[in-house]
């Protein structure tokens, strides 16, 4: 009676243990480009869409001021960017961003004349918050002219200025350009992740105001550190300064200030489809 050979094969197993370890490698190396590599990127797009959404602010404010110079009462159309979409495969949150009319008189400019008690201007705003998940939240607000940028963190500037103008002489002459923006009911607001377009449109205001004599001139604001490093770059000296939680204020130091307000209606709608 012959025995019997037994003969044990090994090249199965070892092919199914190589098979598993490259499955475990390739798996620690995209959870590693997911913990790691992915929020870094993310925050870098959000980062671009923030200076996308600086560049197009500039632009709808250009062309507000364009409207203003050549009186023209033709709408303009600008984009706007209002968040930036997750990456395809992989595990990321897209943000999102919400732009609105501001036309209700709460925040006012005030100005005290010697002679001739107060006047109020309206201070409107057209506001862009971002809802950031991987970059510091921010909003972007042109307000008065004027763009700022403010974040939960951290104080508000202003990344351009309004549209005022100082001449020092024997007083200081203030010019300043002031644009109201009234909203259309229904179209003052809009959220989501796409491009939205903000249509603007010239009204001529009523005539320029000159305030010779002022004796100050109260900026009540949602962003006064952005107002007052504004204002103290633009006047200098010249003027005295006062801050509060919630407005700016300059009096007048050794010269009389005249002030010259030239203010003019633009009627925004944002998102697609216009009311007539």
């Known amino acids: 009676?012959?025995?019997i050979k037994i003969r044990i094969e090994n090249q199965a197993v070892a092919g199914v243990i190589e098979a598993l370890l490259l499955v475990a490698l390739v798996a620690i190396v995209i959870s590693m480009i997911q913990l790691q590599y992915i929020p870094q990127i993310m925050e870098q797009r959000e980062a671009e869409h923030m200076d996308l959404v600086s560049n197009q602010f500039s632009s709808l404010k250009s062309m507000m001021e364009l409207?203003?110079?050549?009186?023209?009462?033709?709408?303009?159309?600008?984009?706007?960017?209002?968040?930036?979409?997750?990456?395809?495969?992989?595990?990321?949150?897209?943000?999102?961003?919400?732009?609105?009319?501001?036309?209700?008189?709460?925040?006012?400019?005030?100005?005290?004349?010697?002679?001739?008690?107060?006047?109020?201007?309206?201070?409107?705003s057209i506001t862009y918050e971002a809802y950031n998940v991987y970059f510091v939240p921010q909003t972007y607000v042109l307000e008065g002219g004027g763009i700022i940028v403010s974040q939960p963190d951290g104080q508000s500037v202003m990344r351009a200025d309004p549209s005022l103008s100082v001449i020092n002489g024997s007083f200081i002459q203030v010019i300043f350009n002031l644009p109201v923006i009234i909203g259309v009911h229904g179209k003052n607001l809009t959220d989501g992740t796409g491009n939205?377009?903000?249509?603007?449109?010239?009204?001529?205001?009523?005539?320029?105001?000159?305030?010779?004599?002022?004796?100050?001139?109260?900026?009540?604001?949602q962003y006064p550190n952005a107002w007052n490093e504004s204002l103290a770059g633009m006047l200098g000296t010249n003027v005295n300064y006062k801050k509060g939680s919630s407005y700016v204020e300059i009096t007048r130091k050794n010269k009389d200030i005249h002030l010259k307000i030239e203010y003019y209606y633009i009627t925004t709608q944002i998102g697609p489809g216009w009311v007539i």
């Not at 990321?92 to 400019?109: F, P, R, T």
């Open 67 to 124: 409207q203003a110079i050549t009186h023209s009462t033709a709408p303009i159309s600008s984009m706007l960017t209002l968040g930036s979409r997750e990456l395809p495969y992989f595990i990321s949150a897209g943000a999102s961003g919400e732009v609105k009319v501001h036309d209700k008189e709460k925040w006012v400019i005030t100005v005290l004349q010697n002679h001739s008690g107060y006047y109020y201007y309206p201070l409107t």
């Open 1 to 3: 009676m012959q025995g």
């Open 196 to 221: 939205c377009y903000i249509r603007t449109n010239y009204t001529r205001g009523p005539p320029s105001d000159n305030l010779n004599d002022t004796l100050s001139i109260n900026i009540s604001t």
